[in-house]
């Protein structure tokens, strides 16, 4: 049995219980590959839990950020490594003036929605 790394959304990868942070040892099809990757995303990584093969909670983390993600194909089968490493004070600053933007224009376009339909 292996061990897991559980996603913000739930999702489950399926890793190397030899992974680690900088170390995340994945074995998936060729055609995962882009699948896996494509669920690493901000809000994926924003909150992250390493299990073990009997569900214990092996580390827990916040923020996180893909450092480097590498693969080789053997064979049929595709050994990936990934590493994760904390956002720094100033990309989580960055994140937050994102979200109050997208928050401002939503409200805006709300606004003028208001404003130009007719009573």
Known sequence: MSDKLILNNGD??????????????????????SVLFSKLTTDNLSHIQFKDSNDNLMG?????KLKTGTYKIIDSNVDISISLREKTELEK????????????????????EKITTPV
């Open 93 to 112: 600053k960055m994140d937050e003036i994102e979200l109050n933007q997208k928050n401002q224009g939503e409200a805006i376009k709300e606004l003028q």
């Open 60 to 64: 827990e983390y916040y923020n996180m």
């Open 12 to 33: 489950i990868i399926n890793i190397s219980e030899f992974s680690n942070l900088s170390n995340i040892i994945v074995e998936c099809g060729c055609s995962d590959v």
